[in-house]
């Protein structure tokens, strides 16, 4: 498979991620939106670690090439985390507010 | 055409569908679970690739871990679809609008470059095995290795004092 | 020593005394404001007469430093010292210096800092006054006619809350400049056609045909003439010289008869020259000049206020100067100059002299048989009438006729008008003379009460100036009478050797000249008997003026003409321009400019809607167009 679909592929995914952020209005789906986006990129690391692979350089260097998986790794770590804070503060939001809807955040008017 | 190739588009078709799926379900519940599907099928494409620990890992704390949290939240919070309002029309538009037209315009963007045509190695390589991985996480990478161990310990604390009750 | 070296203490000294006067006249007395003010024009009249003294002839100018160095055109500060400017030094400084004098008496009313504000004025004026008449190219002069136009604004002015005074000051300032505008342009036109505007370099090419062709040196000298018709009251820019009598005495007479109004005379006596090589403007020069003598001298046959007489007086003596220097007479004019500075002076002091006696009344239907109280100011008052009526052996005859004989050898024309006018100098002199100090008192018992002569300051300089109305015409007594007598002719002969040479001297036949002489004398004298007589008896009558006597009076309706002429439409135009292009045009697109920005920014507050999702709308948004601005264009 050329590179091409891969990025095409997870530009897709991407942008599908964005429309939903722009799309929704409930937190908790933005939320899971952001995922993918983070999700589309973590496959297209690694596609593009394996397309150095296939390269004469990635093939004297392996290292080179485990460069960008391990750097998936640590999306994932930081994507973890994040999504605990995250969903505290989204739990506290409910309890204050009682509703999910990122509208009513609207504290920074003006 | 060949497994792989049968097998990448049929996973690449999974992925889009589902993610389709998260941004359009009127359930909050039924987002939930097209990303796991979603993210199953991203596992699917890391083991085409011969990452298999990426693929295994992205199941494990993706679709296990942080998708099961935020089914717990949900199902706190007793969501259901009649629960969110919609949002502006104009603004829903504009919002596809611009999300698509980002896609169009990166596609545009690499149309024409020659590096779009490199091939990637499928389903054989050494790199993605876990021991190699390994080996790196733990020769080259291993401050950031230990330091994220310290990031967890302040996402806890930072989400348990967030969530504490107000006295 | 050489006092050249010392030239440029002369105009420095009261600049000087203005800058002490000006900046510490909240802090001198009278006493001290007065004897700084006076000292530095004496020590600068010392310096001029030792300049004066020690003249030799081909002085070069001297350069101080370079003042304008701009491409091709270059300026220095210079001096030019000959005979022609020291003759000047010395009538500024020597008149000056006791009028100054006179001043510290005349305003001993005046609050100590607005004393030494009169002092500071003064001094200015002298240091512009010497700046004219030392500089050694146009624009230095140019700078001290401006200096002394503004000092003239500034002392008319002085009382400046009274708005009347105020507008007499505004008048003069901007008729002048109407006429400063002629001389800059003049100045352009120069400097265009010859890289520079030094005399030296102008009148040693003025008769060079291919520097400047006819055309060029008609249309300077008239653009000069013009400047000098502002500065020194001509047709058609002399009515602020009357209005401008709103100032202190000491004002009108160092400013508006000795010094200020002589500077066209000066100038034009300077570029002598370039009026050599322009009969055209030569001829316009005598015309204005004659025609503003007649003119002047109908009105002050009918005024009534002492000072208005003599100021009409010396804008008709003016046109006088100015007609000897039409026909060519230069030297004529400039002793003109010399002795009107003194007589003028002295009759204007002299009038200041009666004013303060009356308590400050100026209409001479009030006065009468003044000599009883006064008798200094009133011999030195008559001294100077004789003088400027041209009886011999007064200064006046002597310059006066001069001037009168070359009229005559241009155009016997000339000469007969020029006569008619001295016969009515001699009648209106003669008239204020006589209604002053002759006959009853016709003022008040109060105004009665406190008439006396004036205090030793006022009265020494009055003397002093009546002994040179007397004396001074000796200096120029023509060859018939005495060979080798016209001494003031040989002094500045190289001043106007180039001008000479060019023009043919008509030579009279003397018996021509004698007849001339006694023709006007007869005429003059006649004139004086006739107003001696009519006036010593005048009895103040309350009927008004009828026909022509009316219209003398109202000065020929000219005020009111130039009112409807011109002072009218141009400030309609004015408010129209205010109205339309200031406050719609210019005002509208400022404000509008503002109005706009105001709206804009109200309308960019409201994306400031608080949704973080309209914000992240807007951030793929702009990510978009960066992406396509980077990628695609």
Same mark, same amino acid.
């Given at each position: 498979?050329?590179?091409?679909?891969?990025?095409?592929?997870?530009?897709?995914?991407?942008?599908?991620?964005?429309?939903? $952020?722009?799309?929704?209005?409930?937190?908790?789906?933005?939320? &899971?939106? !952001?995922?993918?986006?983070?999700?589309? /990129?973590? %496959?297209?690391?690694?596609?593009?670690?394996?397309?150095?692979?296939?390269?004469?350089?990635?093939?004297?260097?392996?290292?080179? $090439?485990?460069?960008?998986?391990?750097?998936?790794?640590?999306? &994932?770590? !930081?994507?973890?985390?994040?999504?605990? /804070?995250? %969903?505290?503060?989204?739990?506290?939001?409910?309890?204050?507010?009682?509703?999910?809807?990122?509208?009513?955040?609207?504290?920074?008017?003006? | 055409?060949?497994?792989?190739?049968?097998?990448?588009?049929?996973?690449?078709?999974?992925?889009?569908?589902?993610?389709?799926?998260?941004?359009?379900?009127?359930?909050?519940?039924?987002?939930?679970?097209?990303?796991?599907?979603?993210?199953?099928?991203?596992?699917?494409?890391?083991?085409?690739?011969?990452?298999?620990?990426?693929?295994?890992?992205?199941?494990?704390?993706?679709?296990?871990?942080?998708?099961?949290?935020?089914?717990?939240?949900?199902?706190?919070?007793?969501?259901?679809?009649?629960?969110?309002?919609?949002?502006?029309?104009?603004?829903?538009?504009?919002?596809?609008?611009?999300?698509?037209?980002?896609?169009?315009?990166?596609?545009?963007?690499?149309?024409?470059?020659?590096?779009?045509?490199?091939?990637?190695?499928?389903?054989?390589?050494?790199?993605?095995?876990?021991?190699?991985?390994?080996?790196?996480?733990?020769?080259?990478?291993?401050?950031?290795?230990?330091?994220?161990?310290?990031?967890?310990?302040?996402?806890?604390?930072?989400?348990?004092?967030?969530?504490?009750?107000?006295? | 020593?050489?006092?050249?070296?010392?030239?440029?203490?002369?105009?420095?000294?009261?600049?000087?005394?203005?800058?002490?006067?000006?900046?510490?006249?909240?802090?001198?007395?009278?006493?001290?404001?007065?004897?700084?003010?006076?000292?530095?024009?004496?020590?600068?009249?010392?310096?001029?007469?030792?300049?004066?003294?020690?003249?030799?002839?081909?002085?070069?100018?001297?350069?101080?430093?370079?003042?304008?160095?701009?491409?091709?055109?270059?300026?220095?500060?210079?001096?030019?010292?000959?005979?022609?400017?020291?003759?000047?030094?010395?009538?500024?400084?020597?008149?000056?210096?006791?009028?100054?004098?006179?001043?510290?008496?005349?305003?001993?009313?005046?609050?100590?800092?607005?004393?030494?504000?009169?002092?500071?004025?003064?001094?200015?004026?002298?240091?512009?006054?010497?700046?004219?008449?030392?500089?050694?190219?146009?624009?230095?002069?140019?700078?001290?006619?401006?200096?002394?136009?503004?000092?003239?604004?500034?002392?008319?002015?002085?009382?400046?809350?009274?708005?009347?005074?105020?507008?007499?000051?505004?008048?003069?300032?901007?008729?002048?400049?109407?006429?400063?505008?002629?001389?800059?342009?003049?100045?352009?036109?120069?400097?265009?056609?010859?890289?520079?505007?030094?005399?030296?370099?102008?009148?040693?090419?003025?008769?060079?045909?291919?520097?400047?062709?006819?055309?060029?040196?008609?249309?300077?000298?008239?653009?000069?003439?013009?400047?000098?018709?502002?500065?020194?009251?001509?047709?058609?820019?002399?009515?602020?010289?009357?209005?401008?009598?709103?100032?202190?005495?000491?004002?009108?007479?160092?400013?508006?008869?000795?010094?200020?109004?002589?500077?066209?005379?000066?100038?034009?006596?300077?570029?002598?020259?370039?009026?050599?090589?322009?009969?055209?403007?030569?001829?316009?020069?005598?015309?204005?000049?004659?025609?503003?003598?007649?003119?002047?001298?109908?009105?002050?046959?009918?005024?009534?206020?002492?000072?208005?007489?003599?100021?009409?007086?010396?804008?008709?003596?003016?046109?006088?100067?100015?007609?000897?220097?039409?026909?060519?007479?230069?030297?004529?004019?400039?002793?003109?100059?010399?002795?009107?500075?003194?007589?003028?002076?002295?009759?204007?002091?002299?009038?200041?002299?009666?004013?303060?006696?009356?308590?400050?009344?100026?209409?001479?239907?009030?006065?009468?048989?003044?000599?009883?109280?006064?008798?200094?100011?009133?011999?030195?008052?008559?001294?100077?009438?004789?003088?400027?009526?041209?009886?011999?052996?007064?200064?006046?005859?002597?310059?006066?006729?001069?001037?009168?004989?070359?009229?005559?050898?241009?155009?016997?024309?000339?000469?007969?008008?020029?006569?008619?006018?001295?016969?009515?100098?001699?009648?209106?002199?003669?008239?204020?003379?006589?209604?002053?100090?002759?006959?009853?008192?016709?003022?008040?018992?109060?105004?009665?009460?406190?008439?006396?002569?004036?205090?030793?300051?006022?009265?020494?300089?009055?003397?002093?100036?009546?002994?040179?109305?007397?004396?001074?015409?000796?200096?120029?007594?023509?060859?018939?009478?005495?060979?080798?007598?016209?001494?003031?002719?040989?002094?500045?002969?190289?001043?106007?050797?180039?001008?000479?040479?060019?023009?043919?001297?008509?030579?009279?036949?003397?018996?021509?000249?004698?007849?001339?002489?006694?023709?006007?004398?007869?005429?003059?004298?006649?004139?004086?008997?006739?107003?001696?007589?009519?006036?010593?008896?005048?009895?103040?009558?309350?009927?008004?003026?009828?026909?022509?006597?009316?219209?003398?009076?109202?000065?020929?309706?000219?005020?009111?003409?130039?009112?409807?002429?011109?002072?009218?439409?141009?400030?309609?135009?004015?408010?129209?321009?205010?109205?339309?292009?200031?406050?719609?045009?210019?005002?509208?697109?400022?404000?509008?400019?503002?109005?706009?920005?105001?709206?804009?920014?109200?309308?960019?507050?409201?994306?400031?809607?608080?949704?973080?999702?309209?914000?992240?709308?807007?951030?793929?948004?702009?990510?978009?167009?960066?992406?396509?601005?980077?990628?695609?264009?």
């Amino acid at each position: 498979m050329e590179i091409k679909y891969y990025i095409g592929l997870a530009l897709a995914l991407f942008c599908i991620g964005i429309v939903g $952020v722009l799309t929704r209005r409930n937190a908790i789906i933005i939320f &899971m939106c !952001v995922e993918l986006m983070l999700n589309a /990129v973590n %496959l297209l690391l690694v596609a593009f670690s394996k397309m150095h692979a296939a390269t004469p350089m990635g093939k004297a260097f392996p290292a080179m $090439v485990s460069d960008a998986q391990i750097f998936v790794f640590f999306i &994932m770590v !930081v994507a973890a985390a994040e999504v605990s /804070v995250g %969903l505290a503060i989204i739990v506290m939001m409910y309890r204050n507010t009682h509703s999910t809807d990122v509208n009513f955040l609207n504290r920074l008017k003006n | 055409m060949s497994t792989t190739e049968i097998l990448f588009w049929f996973l690449s078709a999974l992925a889009l569908g589902s993610a389709i799926m998260l941004i359009t379900a009127r359930s909050p519940v039924h987002s939930v679970l097209a990303l796991i599907v979603t993210f199953f099928a991203i596992s699917g494409h890391y083991i085409l690739l011969n990452a298999q620990f990426l693929a295994i890992v992205n199941i494990i704390v993706y679709a296990g871990a942080i998708m099961v949290l935020f089914l717990f939240v949900v199902m706190l919070m007793n969501l259901n679809a009649s629960a969110e309002p919609k949002k502006h029309r104009t603004l829903q538009l504009a919002g596809f609008i611009s999300g698509g037209c980002l896609f169009l315009v990166l596609v545009a963007a690499l149309r024409n470059a020659d590096a779009v045509n490199k091939t990637t190695e499928l389903v054989t390589g050494q790199s993605g095995l876990i021991g190699n991985l390994g080996r790196e996480l733990f020769k080259t990478y291993v401050i950031p290795f230990e330091l994220s161990s310290v990031l967890f310990l302040s996402a806890m604390i930072g989400a348990v004092v967030i969530s504490k009750k107000e006295k | 020593m050489d006092v050249l070296k010392l030239v440029w203490l002369i105009p420095l000294l009261p600049l000087v005394g203005f800058l002490i006067n000006g900046l510490a006249r909240n802090y001198l007395s009278k006493a001290m404001a007065g004897l700084i003010g006076s000292g530095v024009i004496f020590i600068s009249f010392l310096l001029s007469a030792w300049v004066f003294f020690s003249l030799k002839d081909g002085q070069a100018p001297i350069h101080y430093f370079d003042f304008i160095n701009v491409a091709s055109l270059k300026i220095g500060f210079d001096f030019q010292v000959d005979q022609l400017s020291s003759i000047f030094l010395l009538i500024i400084t020597g008149v000056g210096f006791l009028i100054h004098v006179y001043s510290t008496s005349y305003m001993h009313d005046e609050e100590p800092k607005n004393f030494a504000k009169y002092f500071s004025f003064l001094n200015l004026f002298v240091f512009s006054m010497l700046l004219l008449v030392l500089g050694a190219n146009y624009l230095i002069m140019f700078i001290g006619w401006e200096g002394v136009g503004l000092c003239s604004y500034l002392l008319i002015g002085f009382w400046f809350t009274n708005n009347n005074y105020n507008n007499a000051a505004r008048k003069a300032f901007i008729m002048n400049r109407i006429g400063d505008l002629g001389f800059l342009l003049a100045i352009f036109w120069i400097a265009n056609k010859l890289g520079s505007v030094d005399f030296h370099t102008v009148f040693a090419n003025a008769p060079d045909p291919n520097k400047f062709s006819t055309f060029d040196i008609t249309g300077i000298t008239l653009l000069l003439f013009v400047g000098a018709t502002g500065k020194s009251a001509q047709i058609p820019l002399y009515t602020w010289l009357p209005d401008a009598m709103a100032g202190p005495t000491p004002v009108s007479a160092l400013i508006h008869a000795a010094t200020m109004v002589t500077a066209g005379i000066y100038m034009i006596a300077r570029s002598n020259i370039l009026y050599t090589m322009a009969p055209v403007t030569q001829t316009v020069v005598a015309v204005v000049g004659l025609s503003t003598a007649i003119l002047a001298a109908t009105i002050a046959l009918k005024q009534n206020d002492i000072k208005k007489v003599l100021a009409y007086s010396t804008v008709s003596q003016l046109g006088y100067m100015f007609l000897g220097l039409g026909v060519g007479a230069y030297t004529g004019a400039v002793f003109h100059v010399m002795t009107h500075a003194f007589f003028k002076a002295l009759l204007f002091l002299g009038a200041g002299s009666v004013i303060h006696a009356m308590s400050g009344e100026q209409d001479i239907r009030n006065m009468g048989g003044l000599k009883k109280y006064m008798s200094v100011t009133h011999i030195t008052f008559l001294l100077g009438c004789l003088a400027i009526a041209g009886m011999p052996p007064f200064s006046g005859f002597f310059s006066k006729d001069e001037i009168l004989g070359a009229a005559f050898a241009k155009n016997p024309v000339f000469y007969i008008i020029g006569v008619a006018g001295a016969m009515m100098t001699a009648f209106y002199m003669f008239r204020l003379y006589a209604m002053t100090f002759l006959g009853e008192f016709r003022g008040t018992a109060d105004q009665q009460h406190h008439l006396h002569e004036s205090p030793k300051a006022m009265t020494i300089p009055l003397v002093i100036l009546a002994i040179l109305a007397v004396v001074g015409g000796w200096i120029g007594i023509p060859e018939i009478f005495v060979h080798g007598g016209h001494r003031l002719e040989t002094y500045l002969a190289p001043i106007f050797a180039q001008s000479n040479a060019l023009q043919e001297r008509n030579e009279m036949a003397q018996s021509k000249e004698i007849m001339l002489m006694a023709i006007s004398v007869v005429a003059a004298l006649a004139a004086l008997l006739y107003a001696w007589n009519k006036f010593s008896r005048y009895k103040k009558s309350t009927e008004e003026e009828k026909g022509l006597g009316k219209v003398l009076e109202n000065k020929w309706y000219v005020d009111e003409i130039y009112d409807a002429i011109i002072v009218r439409p141009v400030n309609a135009i004015a408010k129209y321009l205010n109205n339309v292009f200031e406050r719609k045009g210019i005002d509208g697109f400022v404000n509008g400019i503002g109005r706009a920005v105001n709206y804009s920014s109200r309308q960019v507050r409201l994306l400031q809607s608080g949704q973080v999702g309209t914000y992240v709308l807007m951030m793929v948004i702009g990510i978009l167009v960066l992406f396509i601005v980077q990628l695609f264009l």
